[in-house]
């Protein structure tokens, strides 16, 4: 198993019982002043499962894509960059008064691509080296409040629509 997996407590002490293989990536991100978030993305390993059938994953508050492995290829990340992260980098900007400048911090996964800064001109990114856990923006403690923001936005979107 990855090293970075982590393990539902039942899944771990139940006997005989195999560890769910059901696996995800979800894509975070934000501006350091922590005033405009962006909308998650969330790689799964099936484009229609069978939890949401019947209902539009349009409905759901994050980017859906799939990949057989879940995992970020660089195909997925730079259409993320270009339709969702420039565009809203874009908004944002403009609606500050800001001139279009972004910094962007990523660390080396292999799903990013090296070539991300010809896409736009306005934006400089920085492919951060292994083990550099120390200035990251979203360490685990930032993530684990990010996911339970997120469920609990999920939560109470889910109970208004009653699916």
């Known amino acids: 198993m990855h090293s970075r997996t982590y393990l539902a407590k039942e899944d ?12 995800f990536t979800l894509l975070l991100g934000c501006n350091a002043a922590g005033d ?10 099936s484009e229609n499962p069978r939890a949401l059938k019947g209902n539009p994953k349009e409905t759901l508050s994050v980017i859906w894509k799939s990949n057989s492995k879940a995992w970020v290829t660089s195909a997925l990340f730079k259409d993320w960059f270009v339709n969702h992260f420039l565009p809203e980098v874009k908004h944002y900007c403009k609606q500050k008064n800001f001139a279009f400048k972004a910094l962007v911090l990523l660390d080396n996964a292999p799903g990013h691509p090296q070539a991300l800064q010809d896409l736009c001109p306005g934006v400089k990114v ?9 200035i ?15 469920e609990k936005n999920n939560q109470q979107s889910c109970q208004g629509n009653r699916w």
């Not at 920085?126 to 120390?134: D, V």
């Not at 990251?136 to 997120?150: A, E, G, R, W, Y």
């Open 126 to 134: 920085i492919i951060l080296p292994p083990n550099t856990s120390l």
């Open 12 to 23: 771990g002490v139940a006997p005989r019982h195999k560890a769910s293989k059901g696996r």
């Open 36 to 45: 405009s978030k962006l909308e998650p993305q969330l790689v799964y390993h």
């Open 136 to 150: 990251q923006s979203m360490d685990p403690t930032d993530f684990n409040f990010q996911k339970i923001l997120h």
